[in-house]
């Protein structure tokens, strides 16, 4: 009797977190609205192409991070792709990207550098769809393969000459040491201490480990530095303990503005819309690949997003955009 | 290396230490109680990813730790009535049963929250003692306390309650009736059946309690992290099995366990931050506290005997 | 009639997961038969994909019989995962040292290597359970922490590309050369060598286990080990037995996820399910819903392979979080553990009715 009363009560439970669940499905605009007013939600642009794009990604749409930036630059684009995002095991995002190429989409994203590998595979076998594949700074030689990546040693460079100005004690955050991560940490660390600062830069080993993004920060908070970074969909939980601790953060990737409005000091945010628009006018025009195209500070592929609630200093702004002026000039090596 | 050893750095280190063991040890303590009765829980981790999830959405909407702390409870009772239903009444294995509520857990708070947030954001942190509203003022000196004072006082309440759990959970255990229900029908069912204990009610609240501390250490990891997201606990809730092993079902040696996978944890990273472990090694020094682990076990308490009725079903006929 | 109940009630269960499922699909904006149908397409929809379905059951089935060893024996395995890792470490490792060597005796050494490595991996918490009494939930899983953090460390450092150490670090090996590819058995199709070498272990481990003097050793100390020594069986040396073959399996398991994937290499994101797909644990799924028989395992695998692809075109086409099928591989587990008393119930209803006909 008892028993099923319980079977009773759990359907009833579950029914109640089934609703919810329902209720809450259409929330899915990833942005918030920082203090002072700015609205982070990207403008859709006018549309770009006709032909039909899918995106596979790692993480989720909404990260914050890597995945998100590329959802939002084709939102400039007006490009409203069909996604498979969170495809962390290469084998399903492989699946994936093979059963586009199968339904015809014209243009595939493939939005990891892992999933190089396994392209090279696929897009052999469908020499009539164009595929997009990064972060890579080589196409593999294949004919209907773009390739993009981030010169995020730039950004890196000028976060770390802003974060020099505040504080000459810096501590970086980084996921697995490879990729863009790598690149924007050290071209930081290069900014940081061309200014005077000194740094310390821990790897967790994880992209999406957290609590130990967030366990790392408190150790760089607890050695006393004065200014926070650091990239990938974990830097969520150090982004936490900057704002604990009020300790000012610099963000990569997306603006990091949501998740901290008052402590982002500057994001480089990644708009891949500046390659992808070059790709597309190409893929249009018959060429389906067998190209590698870099975002630079040069090309507005890499755009630095200062946060307009956080009062930096004139004389950091300034040093700011000399830095960007020399790197675009080649006077600076970021690597 | 010699700046590891500045007493401010070891404090701050086991202060961190402390933080990171508290999800463990609620988790571990909970399941001790359970695997005392004779139920083996293996599905914690997937009930801490829901519990954490119900804590974190709810301090998202409502702004209330208090509220969100009981939701990550109510969950986690809630599991635990599924999960005592399929194993004290259906008689269903333990271990696999476990692994369903895992990925139960696994699957459907990463649902949840991909449906109703999507992008992870921040919650208001758990306040420190001296951050309490209106009371935070009377703790605010002690912080400032040389030496101890950050390393007793710079926690949030769950600390607290997490430490005092200890001398619960033992004074429950070995001094309660209850408790002793507990053990007996974990060591032998037959017996406490004979002597009218009945084994299906011991052991389903044995096992609700343990699965609402589960659910309270996925509350704890999410508002203590102020996050949450896919797989938070990254098999957080499996080292919390293996840590009642560890402490052979006693839980001051559980929670000397806790602090020892805690403060290894710490350590390694603050050595990584202070440059004392190169970066190239930092895979091989992550493994520390699972070889630590083993290690520990091997050496000390490798005879030592669990609960003898430990995944067996009972029934009367 | 008792075979019937048998196979009736875990499919019961299964259908009523489902059905959650549907109503979870329902709940997410969607139309369940939509799902359904998107589900079938998936998994089933061309010969490519009946293809890829089988391929993604074959590591499900490779822990899966492992764990039938183990579970037989009375040993609790959750260290799948780390055994895979193992397994195709060490074969990955050979492969990249033997670069040359022909196709015909390449094959056969890298699986020999898979099996050493989780054989290897598998065994540790065997000796460790059997000779300094250290449970086996706390070493295995401890031991999947120590086989992901090798595998980064590796793949950072002394098997890392060596094209990538100085561009963009991303922690693989390079590509294997392609005489240590496994043949794929229909031309055009990415139906490989793995798929029959899985499920011939399969028929293996049933051998061993129900026809062999080391499976009725292994059975009869999973079944009452006071018994089995009193009859001069070393009961510890069967509980390594048992977790080192069952870890060999998960071994082969990583092999063919390494040289049946479509990238040939090894490649990692920092954690195992990147890696995996988190075979370690459906494979137990895979091993329990074939009633822990290793033959049944073969389709009860094939079914979660096909969910598995199945989930893949349903977050295609409807947008719905993959998440969906990790939450039912759960319920499926709950449902079908929770069947038992169900199959009691039924079995002597079924006793009565038979014995009032007649």
Known sequence: MKAKRLVKLFAVIFAIALTAAACGGGDSTATSTSECGSDLAVAKGDSVTDLSVALVAPSAKDDVAFTQSMVDSLTRLGIEPQITDGTFVVEEAAAA???????????????????????????????????????????????????????????????????????????????????????????????????????????????SDV??????????????????????????????????????WFGTQSNTEAWSSDLTVASQVYHWDVVLADMITKIESGTLGGEAMALTLENGGLVMEFNGCYDLSADAKSAAEAAIADIIAGEIATK | MSQFFTVSVLLATLATAIRFAVPYLLAALGETIGQRSGVLNLGVDGIMLLGGFGAYYTVLETQSHLAGIGVGIAVGLFMGIVYAYVTVFLHAEQGISGIGIFLFGLGFSDLLFQELVGT???????????????????????????????????????????????????WLLMKTTFGMNVRAVGENPQAADSLGVSVAKTRFIAILIGSSLAGLAGAT??????????????????????????????????????????LVTATRIRWQSLDIIPQSASDIAAMAPAIITILALVLLASRVRGPAALTKPFSRH | MKRLTAGFVPLAAALLAFVFGAIMILALGANPVDGLAAMIDGAFGTSDRVAATAVRATPLLLVGAGITIAFRASVINIGGEGQIIAGALLSTAVALWIPGTPKILLIPIVILAGLIGGGIWGAIPGVLKAYASVNEILSTIMLNIVAIQLMNYLLRGPMIDPVEVGTSRIPQTQRLTDNAAFPTLIEGSRLHLG??????????????????????????????????????????????SALGLSGALSGLAGVILVFGSESLRLVTDGGSAGF??????????????????????????????????????????????????????????????????????LNERLDRSLKGDS
């Open chain 1, 97 to 207: 990207i093979r059963g586009y190429a199968e339904d015809g989409v014209n243009i595939i994203i493939a939005h990891g550098t892992q999933y190089g590998g396994s392209l090279a595979e696929i897009a052999p076998d469908f020499p009539e769809t164009s595929f997009i594949w990064g972060t890579a700074s080589d196409n593999q030689g294949l004919d209907n393969v773009f390739a993009y990546f981030p010169e995020a040693d730039q950004g890196g460079y000028v976060n770390g000459v802003i974060a020099a100005s505040l504080s000459d004690n810096i501590g970086l955050v980084g996921p697995v040491e490879a990729g863009d991560a790598v690149a924007y940490i050290e071209g930081f660390i290069k900014g940081a201490e061309a200014n005077g600062a000194s740094t310390s830069a821990v790897y967790t080993g994880s992209f």
């Open chain 2, 221 to 262: 990891l999410s508002l203590q992290l102020a996050i949450f997201q896919h797989n938070l606990t990254n098999g957080l809730g499996f080292i919390a099995v293996a840590l009642v092993y560890f402490g052979a079902w006693q839980p001051r040696w559980v929670l000397a366990g806790a602090l020892l996978y805690g």
């Open chain 1, 211 to 248: 609590a130990l993004a967030t366990t790392t920060a408190q150790a760089h908070a607890d050695n006393g530095v004065g200014v926070l970074t650091g990239t990938s969909q974990s830097a969520v939980g150090a982004v936490n303990v900057a704002t604990a601790n009020d300790i000012p």
């Open chain 3, 195 to 240: 798929v029959p070498i899985a499920v011939i272990a399969a028929i293996i481990v049933y051998i061993i286990l129900f026809r062999t003097p080391l499976g009725f050793r292994l059975r009869a100390v999973g079944h009452n080990p006071d018994a089995a020594r009193a009859a001069g069986i070393s009961v510890e040396r069967n509980i390594v």
């Open chain 2, 120 to 170: 992870p954001k921040p919650i208001k942190p758990l306040p420190t003692l001296d951050k309490l509203p209106g009371v935070g003022g009377i703790f605010e000196p002690l912080i400032d306390i040389p030496v101890v004072g950050e390393l007793l006082f710079d926690h949030n309440l769950l600390t607290y309650f997490a430490l005092l759990l200890v001398p619960f959970v033992t």
């Open chain 3, 276 to 345: 995996t797909g988190s075979a370690g644990f459906n494979g137990i799924v895979a091993a329990l819903f074939g009633g822990l028989h290793p033959l049944w395992t073969i389709p009860s695998s094939f079914l979660f392979g096909s969910l598995l692809t199945g989930a893949t075109e349903l977050q295609r086409e409807l947008q719905i979080p993959n998440a969906l099928a990790i939450a039912l591989n759960g319920l499926i587990v709950l449902f079908v553990v929770s069947s038992d008393k169900v199959r009691t119930f």
